[in-house]
Nanobody
Framework: QVQLVESGGGLVQAGGSLRLSCAAS????????KGWFRQAPGKEREFVAA????????YYADSAKGRFTISRDYAKVTVSLQMTNLKPEDTAVYYC????????????????WGQGTQVTVSS
């Protein structure tokens, strides 16, 4: 089992920044991807960004490129998502996930999920 706990969500004005963090514990697999997904009310969960824990290669959704940065602290087994220039359409519950083998942007490929953290961007 892998436990994932997100933190760092909140309310921010458009153009502002937030940093989300995800702490992993348990039988953490270092061969997996660590990803961030989000889900807005009435919408499907969508891919935001992912990081290959072994190579540190990074992957981003088009909506995140140039604004969001995913990073890791290998020793602390945490993955973070720095979000800048936030827009109202970024409002969603953000989830950290572990897995991604065979489909880094496919939510169905992730076996473990955090409880989510709310991000609200006001206009």
């Amino acid at each position: 089992q892998v436990q994932l706990v997100e933190s760092g969500g909140g309310l921010v004005q458009a153009g502002g920044s937030l940093r989300l963090s995800c702490a992993a514990s348990g039988r953490t697999s270092y061969n997996h991807f660590k990803g961030w997904f989000r889900q807005a009310p009435g919408k499907e969960r969508e891919f935001v960004a992912a990081l290959d824990w072994t190579s540190s290669n990074r992957y981003y959704a088009d909506s995140a490129k140039g604004r969001f940065t995913i990073s890791r602290d290998y020793a602390k087994v945490t993955v973070s998502l720095q979000m800048t220039n936030l827009k109202p359409e970024d409002t969603a519950v953000y989830y950290c996930a572990s897995g991604g083998i065979g489909g880094v942007s496919d939510a169905g490929r992730y076996a473990y999920w955090g409880q989510g953290t709310q991000v609200t961007v006001s206009s």
